[in-house]
């Protein structure tokens, strides 16, 4: 069974530009989450899909949003980027049928911003 | 506000013998925790959970301990091998319709041939 596909693995950005992340859950899992990883701040949620549904969000400014298709492929975007954004970013997908769900990671986006 | 804590940054042991990472939580709510080995340059790699309701799961070298009334968890990898050698983030779950992970800052464990 293939795993969580994000793509593109690595982007260079400037600031103010806008960019947009796409990630491929596991096949059948319907909720997407996703992360973003920095050196100062960790491991932060951004937000959670379930079923084309926005079903929860972090504490991240509207400049970050995302959005989930059909297929529950989802895709993050980034609108008028700082140079705080630069960061690792992480998808994860998810089976949510059972008392504990294990999310499974993708191998992420590393994103600069110059 | 730091709801998930792993105090020590870093933590190196001889090959064979038992590592202990160490997390600290301050949300009583907390349904599951779950641990998480990194790589460099890779995603997250899910480890081993632990129902709040229990106090301890195993799997195979990896057992977690979970004491709720200390608000503490701890992963024991015995025999450690040099392939451990990653950095562990703890995460905890607060339940609801989501599944919203809220990560311990990490601990990098080095272990020696």
């Known amino acids: 069974k293939a795993g969580v596909t994000q793509t593109p693995r690595y982007l260079i950005k400037t600031r103010g530009q806008q960019v947009t992340l796409s990630c491929s859950p596991i096949s059948g899992h319907r909720s997407v989450s996703w992360y973003q990883q920095t050196p100062g701040q960790g491991l932060q949620f951004l937000f959670e899909y379930f079923s084309e549904t926005q079903r929860n969000k972090g504490n991240f400014p509207g400049r970050f949003s995302g959005r989930q298709f059909s297929n529950s492929r989802s895709e993050m975007n980034v609108s008028t980027l700082e140079l705080g954004d630069s960061a690792l970013y992480l998808c994860?997908?998810?089976?949510?049928?059972?008392?504990?769900?294990?999310?499974?990671f993708g191998a992420g986006t590393r994103l600069s911003v110059l | 506000d730091q709801q998930v804590k792993q105090n020590s940054p870093s933590l190196s042991v001889q090959e064979g013998r038992i590592s202990i990472l160490n997390c600290d939580y301050t949300?009583?709510?907390?349904?599951?925790f779950l641990w998480y080995k990194k790589y460099p340059a890779e995603g997250p790699t899910f480890l081993i959970s632990?129902?709040?309701?229990?106090d301890k799961n195993e799997d195979g070298r990896f057992t977690v301990f979970l004491n709720k009334s200390a608000k503490h968890l701890s992963l024991h990898i015995v025999p450690s091998q040099p392939g451990d050698s990653a950095v562990y983030f703890c995460?905890?779950?607060?339940?609801?319709?989501?599944?919203?992970?809220?990560f311990g800052t990490g601990t990098l464990l080095a272990v020696q041939p």
């Open positions: 949300n009583s709510m907390f349904d599951y």
């Open positions: 995460a905890a779950v607060s339940g609801g319709a989501t599944n919203k992970l809220i």
């Open positions: 632990i129902s709040s309701i229990k």
């Open positions: 994860a997908s998810s089976l949510t049928t059972g008392l504990i769900n294990i999310q499974y």
